[in-house]
């Protein structure tokens, strides 16, 4: 998961520095964001694990996991694009809500994303533990208060109107369900092979 998210994000920011003008993220809301995202993925230590998946012991599978890196990475580049085109060409963006904008969708999606990827089964059929559970929705719940906290000035957020947040939603949303399906076709694949 985290290979994955890595990757995605360093391609996503990479792209992101060729066409605009300013910083897509400062520093120091690069550091937060990978701080906030790895909570609920520290808290997968704690998870309640499909059965099929400790029936037998079970190797590392490097080609695995490297496919599972380029394509849950590029799929998560993908929605980055699509939040940069939203960002910049709808909703017309200053610097600093775009950076507001995309830590918000970014950490959002980067810790609600792992409730989907965690099982190979569809996300409802896999209940996650509660400690997965409380530390995904605390760390939804922190990023959402952010940018509306006296912390905001600090780290370079800004306020966001009611509009973007509907639309960073809505993009978190509509990622969720691709991952979801990406995922069914990429296991499917697994076992075709």
Do not use: C
């Not at 993925?41 to 694990?49: G, H, N, P, Q, R």
């Not at 980055?80 to 939203?86: A, E, I, K, Q």
């Amino acid at each position: 998961m985290e290979t994955s998210a890595n990757f995605g994000n360093m391609f996503s920011m990479a792209g992101a520095s060729l066409f605009l003008p300013f910083l897509p993220l400062l520093p120091k809301q690069i550091l937060l964001t990978n701080l906030m995202t790895d909570f609920p993925e520290m808290a997968i230590a704690t998870d309640s694990v499909d059965p099929e998946l400790v029936d037998q012991p079970r190797r590392w599978d490097i080609r695995f996991i490297r496919r599972f890196m380029l394509v849950f990475g590029v799929l998560s580049s993908v929605f980055d694009f699509l939040t940069f085109g939203v960002l910049m060409l709808i909703l017309h963006a200053t610097p600093e809500q775009f950076r507001t904008g995309w830590f918000v969708e970014s950490v959002l999606s980067a810790a609600l994303v792992v409730l989907v990827i965690r099982s190979r089964r569809p996300f409802f059929r896999s209940r996650p533990g509660w400690m997965l559970q409380a530390a995904t929705f605390a760390i939804v719940a922190v990023t959402l208060i952010i940018p509306y906290s006296r912390l905001a000035g600090v780290l370079g957020f800004t306020p966001l109107p009611a509009r973007f947040v509907v639309v960073m939603l809505g993009i978190v949303a509509v990622y969720l369900f691709s991952a979801e399906m990406v995922k069914r076709v990429f296991y499917q694949r697994r076992a075709a092979s």
